[in-house]
Each structure stands twice: as structure tokens, then as C-alpha cells.
T-cell receptor, first 113, second 108 residues
Framework: NAGVTQTPKFRVLKTGQSMTLLCAQDMNHEYMYWYRQDPGMGLRLIHYSVGEGTTAKGEVPDGYNVSRLKKQNFLLGLESAAPSQTSVYFC????????????FGPGTRLTVL | RKEVEQDPGPFNVPEGATVAFNCTYSNSASQSFFWYRQDCRKEPKLLMSVYSSGNEDGRFTAQLNRASQYISLLIRDSKLSDSATYLCVVTDAGKSTFGDGTTLTVKP
């Protein structure tokens, strides 16, 4: 099993450009999450999904959109990138039951110039 | 006030030392509690879940006090390989809130 994978690993964008980050999991997990982590800080939840076809806003959703068309994939979109979105983005999944561990992808390092 | 607050650190300790990390949370409806470990520029990985009865895994002991909304992690006999950032995580209805982390450096 590959677990949770993220594409791409690194990306540099110019202000105003758009991009989509892809997260895929092969553990048949119901819940999936997108976080961002800025230097010296913990992870902040952007959006999450409790099942195929459903999404919800997290703590810092502005400037991002998501889609969960297939259970195994969770896409994070930036429509018009801003320098404030420079961060490391982590995707995670879990089975959805209380007390279950979240499994993280290796992260995407995004720089917006 | 942040929902999950941790000791800011950093903690610099010699090998063999015992070190304790504290975490407080503000959401009394929180249901699940965890400690994650994050190595530099890597993804977080689960260290251990935290239960009211306390739980131990080798040199690591975690404790939850629901009345005080307080979580702790104790590391005994620190090893060089324990150097990392430790994240306190609190979950409510499937959503997790992370603390900013406490950095531990274990020195020879």
C-alpha cells in the first residue's frame, strides 16, 4: 500500500496563477483533510471531507476550493495564488471512527512569488 | 486564545533525561486526543493516543485530565532519536485541531 500520496512535491507559482494539488489514498478511508503548516506553527485545517461527494470548511478556507469526486482522491485548488499562501500543504486521511489515527501524505511545498 | 496550547519550548536535554510536555485545550466537547511526532520537513506521524486512564508505550507515557482539559506526555530515558517536534492534537466530530508543537533536542 502506498498510503497517502501527494502531487506535486514542490511548486513555485506567480501571484494570480492557479493550481490544483492532488491527494490520493489507498486505504479506503472515509475522511480526508487538507492542512497548511507555516514555519514554527502547527497544522491548520483548510477543508475536509467526511465522504465521497461531501466537503466542509475548516479553520482557514478562504482562497481555496476542494472536491471529492472519488473516495480515494481529494483535490485542493488555488484559483488565484497569493504570497500569503506560501506554505507546506499536508493531506491526511482516516477511517472516520472516533480515536482513529490520521495518516499524512509527505507534503507539498508551495512558494508563491 | 488558541484552541490547543502547548509549551512553546524548545527543550534541550541530555541523553537519559526525563522530559514532560504539557498541552491544554479549550473545547470541552473534544472526544479524542493524540500526540504526534514531526521530524524536520516531514509529515506528522502518530506517537500515541491519549486516554483518561493514562497509557504507556515503552519510554512514553501520556495522560489526559478531562476536568482540567489538560494533556501530558512524559518521555523517560531520552534518546538522540527522540529529537523532533511533538504535536498535541484534539479531535471533535472528526475535525482535528493541532497545537503549534514543542521542539525537543536531545544532546549527547
Amino acid at each position: 500500500n502506498a498510503g497517502v500520496t501527494q502531487t506535486p512535491k514542490f511548486r513555485v507559482l506567480k501571484t494570480g496563477q492557479s493550481m490544483t494539488l492532488l491527494c490520493a489514498q489507498d486505504m479506503n478511508h472515509e475522511y480526508m483533510y487538507w492542512y497548511r503548516q507555516d514555519p514554527g506553527m502547527g497544522l491548520r485545517l483548510i477543508h475536509y471531507s467526511v465522504g465521497e461527494g461531501t466537503t466542509a470548511k475548516g479553520e482557514v478556507p478562504d482562497g481555496y476550493n476542494v472536491s471529492r469526486l472519488k473516495k480515494q482522491n481529494f483535490l485542493l485548488g488555488l484559483e488565484s495564488a497569493a504570497p500569503s499562501q506560501t506554505s507546506v500543504y499536508f493531506c491526511a486521511s482516516n477511517a472516520g471512527s472516533l480515536g482513529n489515527e490520521q495518516f499524512f501524505g509527505p507534503g507539498t511545498r508551495l512558494t508563491v512569488l | 486564545r488558541k484552541e490547543v496550547e502547548q509549551d512553546p519550548g524548545p527543550f534541550n536535554v541530555p541523553e537519559g533525561a526525563t522530559v514532560a510536555f504539557n498541552c491544554t485545550y479549550s473545547n470541552s466537547a473534544s472526544q479524542s486526543f493524540f500526540w504526534y511526532r514531526q521530524d524536520c520537513r516531514k509529515e506528522p506521524k502518530l506517537l500515541m493516543s491519549v486516554y483518561s486512564s493514562g497509557n504507556e508505550d515503552g519510554r512514553f507515557t501520556a495522560q489526559l485530565n478531562r476536568a482540567s482539559q489538560y494533556i501530558s506526555l512524559l518521555i523517560r530515558d531520552s534518546k538522540l532519536s527522540d529529537s523532533a517536534t511533538y504535536l498535541c492534537v484534539v479531535t471533535d466530530a472528526g475535525k482535528s485541531t493541532f497545537g503549534d508543537g514543542t521542539t525537543l533536542t536531545v544532546k549527547p
